[in-house]
């Protein structure tokens, strides 16, 4: 293999399913790019209420509700999280790309608001195997390989995550037989709860980069939890 990239790839222990029932339950979608309005359509689909949100005020709100793959009717807030609304949600999702150290965020775990990311939300809804790919080089070419290898011998393969495709917009379509390839950035990995892939491969460039990225992680969730 070139250079000193390696690939380690893990079985993990199956652990029993642990699904939130969202139905009519109002859920908060941090960012409204195509993650986020993926998110909250995966969340309309189920039968939650989004509610879209930006702290960038200046957005075209009117521009962003005439997209196409805008959820119709869902609520779009722009600027500061209204505290009234706090008292009203289930649960809020975060879009690839926002810190878990906005002061938002804060906010809602103040407000014991579970805060999920977008690998999480999709999880919830998941119904079959998983392989997720992360770490630091090579996880798209890493995603593609595996994911065209898949679809050689299994019809319903889905390869989705930063690699294009929002996890999101692909896991209603999941069944019992069906296999989903993830690439998924150790960043969304900091939103992650009950996430529990089959296989796990993890990209690393040297290996003490990947024990490094791995207790940043685990520190930061513990940070999370006191």
């Not at 009519?24 to 998110?39: D, F, R």
């Not at 809020?92 to 790309?97: D, E, K, T």
């Amino acid at each position: 293999m070139q250079g000193n990239i390696e690939r380690k790839c893990c079985l993990w222990q199956r652990k029993e399913r642990i699904n939130m029932d969202l139905l009519g339950k109002k859920v908060l979608v941090a960012g409204c790019g195509k993650s986020g309005l993926g998110a909250a359509g995966l969340l309309q689909k189920a039968g939650a209420v989004p509610v879209l949100f930006d702290e960038n005020e200046k957005l075209d709100g009117k521009a962003l509700c005439a997209r196409e793959d805008y959820p119709k009717d869902t609520a779009l807030v722009l600027g500061s999280l209204p505290k009234e609304l706090l008292s009203e949600l289930s649960l809020a999702v975060l879009s690839p790309g926002i810190s878990i150290e906005e002061a938002f965020v804060s906010t809602l775990e103040e407000a014991d608001i579970p805060v999920w990311g977008e690998i999480e939300l999709a999880w919830n809804y998941e119904k079959g195997k998983v392989l997720a790919i992360t770490g630091t080089n090579g996880k798209t070419t890493t995603t593609t390989l595996v994911g065209e290898i898949l679809k050689r011998y299994q019809d319903n393969t889905f390869v989705v995550g930063n690699i294009g495709t929002p996890y999101t917009q692909e896991v209603l379509k999941t069944d019992k037989d069906s296999v989903t390839v993830a690439e998924i950035s150790s960043f969304q990995l900091e939103t992650a709860v009950h996430f529990h892939p089959l296989y796990l491969i993890h990209t690393s460039e040297p290996t003490r980069q990947a024990e490094i990225s791995y207790a940043v992680f685990c520190l930061k969730k513990k940070k999370r939890k006191k």
